[in-house]
């Protein structure tokens, strides 16, 4: 079972800072928040990952709280082509160890 | 970045024939690959995990039969569905991770839309 939640849907304005919650309250000590991203009929696409402290690349930043207990995927300037379902995986750092994906949140930016 | 390919990227078939996917790592090599299927408006979920001149590990209520994983080599996987009926009809997704990078990220493929008529 996804040890996540997350909201089912949100909306976004093109332009604005889209910020995707989730929670992960049994996240282990070992354990790393992933942020994948699914674009319809597409294969899951890699955003960001982080541990503990916060994490920034050229598609998004990732907040994580100091308790570790739930983080914040921040889209800086939502496009319309960001629509999609994304997905907060926490999983342990493992090479065995797959990605157990939850419901994900789906993203709609609007025009 | 890391590429996984898939193929064929969509097929129909009969029901009772059997159909085979196959899963690429372009420019890495992976002894693990993972199989998940996907239907309309649902998550992914995992089939089996895919190892490398081993048996593959299935999820629970996954026929290992009826799917069945060969991972032959370090860059290649495949999946064939034996006598797909309409109700395997679902998007198919493969994934790896390089070899030696525990700690990256998992690359997945563009998926395989399997429709069984």
């Known amino acids: 079972d996804a040890k996540t939640t997350q909201p089912t849907s949100m909306d976004c304005a093109e332009g604005r800072a889209a910020n995707l919650p989730c929670n992960h309250s049994?996240?282990?000590?070992?354990?790393?928040v992933y942020w994948y991203r699914q674009i319809h009929s597409q294969g899951p696409q890699y955003i960001i990952h982080g541990l503990k402290n916060n994490e920034t690349n050229e598609m998004a930043s990732l907040i994580i709280t100091e308790d570790r207990k739930s983080s914040t995927l921040i889209l800086p300037h939502a496009t319309l082509r960001d629509t999609a379902v994304y997905y907060c995986i926490v999983r342990v750092v493992d090479y065995g160890q797959n990605f157990v994906f939850g419901p994900g949140t789906r993203l709609s930016v609007l025009p | 970045g890391a590429v996984v390919s898939q193929h064929p990227s969509w097929v129909i078939c009969k029901s009772g024939t059997s159909v085979k996917i196959e899963c690429r790592s372009l420019?890495?090599?992976?002894?693990?690959m993972f199989w998940y299927r996907q239907f309309p408006k649902q998550s992914l979920m995992l089939m089996a995990t895919s190892n490398e001149g081993s048996k593959a590990t299935y999820e629970q209520g996954v026929e290992k039969d009826k799917f069945l994983i060969n991972h032959a080599s370090l860059t290649l996987s495949t999946l064939t569905v034996t006598s797909a009926h309409p109700e395997d009809s679902s998007f198919y997704i493969c994934?790896?991770?390089?070899?030696?990078?525990?700690?990256?990220?998992?690359?997945f493929g563009p998926g395989t839309r399997l429709t069984v008529t």
């Open positions: 049994t996240i282990s000590g070992n354990e790393y």
């Open positions: 420019d890495f090599q992976a002894t693990t």
């Open positions: 994934s790896a991770r390089p070899w030696g990078r525990e700690g990256d990220e998992q690359y």
